[in-house]
């Protein structure tokens, strides 16, 4: 018996069945070519990742014309969907379960990956830092600040991409509240310096997000629906006054819709900002609770079976491992993941990482 046996107990969301605890996280690797369109290679990668409990697809533009990384994968056009479909068949075929990430990059979409257009936020902030464009790193500029008006055309644009989620074959779906994205930019007071009802108070703060996800709500079972946050970190130059207490009040509120699962980022890749928002996430949220962030199998064990975690997240060791749950039930070594790979066109440093059974 191995000590990280409890990652491999089932578990129940809804009418799933879910085998393992061990999840993928959604991880941005720019496969999807210059239409933004899933295809063959991608549908490889995710089938040799379909142990995971649930795969979380990586972050997809709900809408045309918020990319905010070259080559990422979209979800509003008929050749969307039908790329998506031979994933979802692919993982389907292998017997996972996979969930589509629904994204608005929000201020991070640049004008040089979007036609030119100017970028939309709460507020009229850019973040501080570059990002890879067709013509080389370019500095993020200053974004436009959303409109009140303009609002419930990105709540139709997340409804309707959740509506095509469910014709390319998901599972169920994530809707993206973190790493300093739309939904994101307005949760946070750092980057959300409206007035009106999507600014000021935490409650207003977190009035789109909440609307989102309940728009997608009426077209999934609510326990097909999970939410993505990120409170404490700093990427994309996010900062929160209390992500503490951001945390707690939005795990309580989010009691109202049933979600499947709520997916906590546990820490900021930059360690600008620290503190334990598990904690008040598993005291006030009653659903699923879903770890990411830097765990190895025996911490990830660990908090499943101190309760604090019903679930973890993997990211990278899910990139290098097609087997992770294998290696981990194994107590095999991991293989290595290749960063110079991680947002190139090709196979390689994509589907040609080895298995056990491969080596």
Same mark, same amino acid.
């Given at each position: 018996?191995?000590?990280?046996?409890?990652?491999?107990?089932?578990?129940?969301? %809804?009418?799933?069945?879910?085998?393992?605890?061990? &999840?993928?996280?959604?991880?941005?690797?720019?496969?999807?070519?210059?239409?933004?369109?899933?295809? /063959?290679l991608?549908a490889?990668?995710?089938?040799?990742?379909?142990?995971? +409990?649930?795969?979380?697809?990586?972050?997809?533009?709900?809408?045309?014309?918020?990319?905010?990384?070259?080559?990422?994968?979209?979800?509003?056009s008929d050749?969307?969907?039908?790329? &998506?479909?031979?994933v979802?068949?692919?993982?389907?075929?292998?017997?996972?379960?996979?969930?589509?990430?629904? &994204?608005? %990059?929000?201020?991070?979409?640049?004008?040089?990956?979007?036609?030119?257009?100017?970028?939309?936020?709460?507020?009229?902030?850019?973040?501080?830092?570059?990002?890879?464009?067709?013509?080389?790193?370019?500095?993020?500029?200053?974004?436009?600040?959303?409109?009140?008006?303009?609002?419930?055309?990105?709540?139709?644009?997340?409804?309707?991409?959740?509506?095509?989620a469910?014709?390319?074959?998901?599972? +169920?779906?994530?809707?993206? %509240?973190?790493?300093?994205?739309?939904?994101?930019?307005?949760?946070?007071?750092g980057?959300?310096?409206? @007035?009106?009802?999507?600014?000021?108070? #935490?409650?207003?703060?977190?009035?789109?997000? #909440?609307?989102?996800v309940?728009?997608?709500?009426?077209? &999934?079972?609510?326990?097909?629906?999970?939410?993505?946050?990120?409170?404490?970190?700093?990427?994309?130059?996010?900062?929160?006054?209390?992500?503490?207490?951001? /945390?707690?009040?939005?795990?309580?509120?989010?009691?109202?819709?049933n979600?499947?699962?709520?997916?906590?980022?546990?820490?900021?890749?930059?360690?600008?900002?620290?503190?334990?928002?598990?904690?008040?996430?598993?005291e006030?949220?009653?659903?699923?609770?879903?770890?990411?962030?830097?765990?190895?199998?025996?911490?990830?064990?660990?908090?499943?079976?101190?309760?604090?975690?019903?679930?973890?997240?993997f990211?990278?060791?899910?990139?290098?491992?097609p @087997?992770?749950?294998?290696?981990?039930?194994?107590?095999?070594? #991991?293989? /290595?993941?290749?960063?110079?790979?991680?947002?190139?066109?090709?196979?390689?440093?994509?589907? @040609?990482?080895?298995?056990?059974?491969?080596?």
């Amino acid at each position: 018996m191995s000590s990280n046996d409890i990652l491999f107990n089932n578990l129940s969301i %809804g009418d799933m069945d879910i085998a393992n605890r061990i &999840w993928m996280a959604p991880l941005t690797r720019c496969r999807a070519g210059l239409e933004h369109i899933p295809n /063959t290679l991608m549908a490889e990668h995710y089938a040799q990742r379909a142990s995971a +409990g649930i795969i979380v697809a990586e972050a997809t533009m709900a809408m045309e014309g918020c990319s905010a990384f070259w080559q990422e994968p979209g979800i509003y056009s008929d050749a969307q969907i039908a790329g &998506w479909k031979l994933v979802t068949n692919a993982v389907h075929a292998k017997g996972g379960k996979i969930f589509l990430q629904l &994204w608005h %990059g929000g201020r991070a979409c640049h004008p040089a990956l979007n036609g030119g257009k100017q970028p939309v936020a709460p507020s009229s902030i850019a973040i501080e830092d570059e990002v890879h464009t067709p013509d080389g790193k370019l500095p993020q500029v200053v974004p436009r600040a959303l409109r009140d008006d303009e609002i419930p055309s990105i709540i139709a644009g997340f409804k309707q991409a959740a509506i095509n989620a469910k014709a390319a074959g998901f599972d +169920g779906v994530e809707v993206h %509240g973190a790493n300093g994205y739309l939904l994101d930019q307005f949760l946070r007071d750092g980057s959300n310096k409206r @007035d009106g009802q999507y600014g000021g108070s #935490l409650e207003n703060r977190a009035r789109l997000l #909440l609307e989102v996800v309940s728009a997608v709500c009426e077209v &999934w079972d609510s326990k097909r629906v999970g939410l993505r946050i990120s409170p404490l970190n700093s990427y994309n130059s996010m900062l929160d006054s209390d992500p503490i207490g951001l /945390t707690a009040w939005l795990a309580k509120r989010l009691n109202d819709f049933n979600l499947g699962y709520l997916h906590v980022m546990r820490a900021d890749f930059f360690q600008t900002q620290t503190g334990d928002v598990l904690t008040p996430a598993r005291e006030h949220f009653k659903g699923v609770l879903v770890g990411n962030m830097g765990y190895n199998a025996d911490e990830a064990a660990e908090a499943v079976n101190a309760g604090k975690l019903d679930a973890v997240a993997f990211g990278t060791p899910f990139l290098a491992n097609p @087997d992770l749950p294998a290696r981990i039930q194994a107590a095999a070594p #991991l293989n /290595t993941p290749d960063e110079a790979t991680f947002y190139t066109q090709s196979a390689a440093g994509y589907t @040609d990482y080895p298995t056990l059974d491969n080596h």
